[in-house]
């Protein structure tokens, strides 16, 4: 059995790829018969997985150790190749949309693939090659930097992640000192950050003029694979959040504030949620692993035969470590048919988290690792996220293992964490809405609005000890804002989809589960509502959705007596 260390990676040479590519498009082009075609898609759909496994193997080891030389020169002919080889696949994609055979063609691989390939065609010419590679540079340069934080802190260098303990610590001044120091080092590098968004905005409004496009959100959306759905229906549903979210969480907050019994939650103590010091597992990393394995086995069949596939061929690397890329993630090698789950254990709540939210994408990904096709892999960002998000819910019964004398606790601490999270997640997308309809405004005018949006959906926010994020600064720490345009407003959508299946578990288990399962195995097989159908969950842009979905969890909030945590 191969584990992850024998996964071989090959630099992709792109010049006889293009060589290969080019000719098979021209088969492709010249078949006589849908059978004939059919064969030379399936080759070109090899190739292009087999480009996909090695970005992806060269991503993961890059991203567990930026220090690694090897990798870090393969990111960079990454960065530099590319866009080069998304020119051949435009030049694919060409072909197939012009296809004598196309509804054969839709009729066996699915009708979403044909949509994605118009889309692709919409977000893509040879003449942005160069911009988009100084795009991928430009966004390299916010993940180096942030890597590169090492604040000395107790004694010790420490990342960004490894401080979240300090910051969440019971002693206030602790977490006053801790979240400073965090802070700082935003603040040091406060104009490298300006200055690295202000040259992403420049460039993505570039490329989107070059496309002809008034401004870079229409391209994005379709960058974003958003085929059923546009700008004012996410204007729509941001208004809904406004309206039932908000009001709760400004309700949630203030018990809170209550509970630690402060006259006012600064910023340094929204992260701390008890007195009695927030929900943490009770073991050390490979204590949480035992007793996911525990859980996935009684969970189901199925859970069980995948993460025993996780566990044998080592595709968890979850623990943080120096040079090694903050965050997590999950992500899915094609030619392995194997999903690889990247996250950093720092001793918090946050660590069981990740074994469920990352767990529900690799999950996903390992139930349609069959479909054929790379763009399959997974569905588009918000009805990925879905699975993720809901397995975090599915896996209530199980939280006893890790947590304890404090599972009630981390509960009602993770359901209304999600639920803080709607009124952040609407106004990261409003802002960039607002950044790329303005983008020549002033780096300080962009922060200035940043505070304003936040003032309006988080009014709790109190600032008052931290001049930076009273300026607004906050956004710095956000890099999807850096690395991938509105995706954000998906982990909302996903969290409301995700509340639903909360809602249908709590009543029918079964019923439920089997719901999960087919949205699992279609992967990205359909677009976010039509998989919305298929799982039998409501379309949260329609008006009373959000309100009618969040009535449950509201009243479940209502009965507990959180004072006694």
């Not at 496994?53 to 930026?66: A, D, E, F, P």
């Not at 693939?113 to 065609?121: A, G, I, K």
């Not at 803080?420 to 106004?427: I, R, S, W």
């Not at 299946?501 to 949205?519: C, I, M, P, S």
Request: contains cysteine; aromatic residues 16%.
């Amino acid at each position: 059995m191969l584990k992850f260390k024998d996964y071989e990676y090959i630099r992709p040479d792109f010049e006889k790829i293009e060589e290969e590519m080019n000719i098979l498009i021209d088969k492709f082009e010249n078949a006589s018969t849908f059978e004939e075609q059919s064969k030379y898609f399936e080759n070109i759909m090899k190739i292009m997985s087999n480009v996909s496994t090695m970005g992806t193997l060269m991503h993961i080891r890059y991203s567990i150790n930026t220090k690694d030389e090897f990798y870090e020169k393969e990111r960079e002919f990454f960065d530099e190749n590319g866009p080069k080889f998304d020119n051949v696949i435009n030049k694919f994609d060409k072909a197939v949309v012009k296809s004598k055979f196309r509804p054969e063609l839709e009729e066996k691989w699915g009708k979403q693939l044909f949509t994605l390939t118009d889309m692709s065609l919409e977000v893509f010419s040879e003449e942005i090659i160069e911009d988009l590679i100084e795009e991928n540079k430009t966004v390299n340069e916010y993940s180096k930097l942030i890597a590169s934080a090492e604040i000395e802190f107790e004694g010790e260098k420490r990342n960004l992640s490894q401080m979240l303990p300090f910051r969440t610590s019971k002693d206030r001044e602790m977490r006053k000192k801790a979240e400073n120091a965090y802070l700082n080092f935003f603040e040091e590098n406060e104009d490298k950050f300006d200055d690295i968004y202000d040259r992403l905005v420049k460039i993505r409004t570039k490329i989107a003029k070059k496309l002809g496009y008034e401004n870079y959100i229409e391209l994005g959306y379709k960058r974003m694979n958003r085929s059923d759905y546009g700008p004012e229906d996410v204007k729509n549903y941001r208004k809904q959040i406004y309206e039932s979210v908000v009001p709760l969480v400004v309700d949630i907050k203030e018990r809170q504030r209550k509970r630690l019994g402060l006259y006012s939650l600064k910023n340094y103590d929204e992260g701390f949620k008890f007195l009695s010091g927030n929900p943490k597992p009770q073991g050390d990393p490979e204590w949480i692993i035992e007793n996911g394995k525990k859980m996935y086995s009684e969970l189901s069949p199925e859970t069980e035969e995948f993460f025993n596939f996780m566990l044998d061929r080592e595709l968890l690397d979850l623990v943080s470590k120096e040079g090694k890329m903050s965050g997590g993630y999950c992500t899915f090698i094609d030619d392995y048919k194997s999903p690889f789950i990247f996250s950093n254990f720092n001793g918090t709540s946050g660590d069981v988290d990740v074994l469920t939210h990352e767990a529900g994408h690799a999950f996903q990904t390992y139930r349609s690792k069959d479909l054929g096709i790379p763009a399959y892999s997974f569905p588009t960002y918000e009805a990925a996220e879905i699975h993720s998000m809901s397995m975090e819910f599915i896996t209530y019964p199980w939280m006893e293992l890790f947590f304890k004398d404090d599972t009630e606790k981390y509960k009602f601490s993770h359901l209304a964490g999600t639920l803080e999270f709607l009124p952040y997640g609407v106004a990261v997308d409003e802002f960039q809405h607002f950044v790329y309809g303005n983008p020549n405004v002033t780096p300080a005018a962009r922060k200035a609005k940043w505070r304003e949006i936040e003032k309006k959906y988080m009014p709790f926010k109190d600032y008052s000890e931290s001049e930076f994020l009273e300026r607004g600064g906050f956004w710095f720490r956000q890099g999807h804002i850096f690395e991938r345009p509105f995706y954000y407003i998906d982990y909302t959508l996903a969290q409301v989809c995700a509340f639903q299946f909360f809602n249908k578990f709590n009543e029918d288990r079964k019923k439920a589960w089997k719901d999960y399962l087919r949205l699992c195995d279609a992967g990205g097989s359909k677009s976010f509502l039509e998989l919305l159908k298929l799982a039998n969950l409501k379309n949260p842009f329609n008006d009373g959705v959000i309100e009618e979905t969040i009535k449950p969890l509201k009243e479940r909030l209502n009965s507990i007596d959180d004072s006694k945590f």
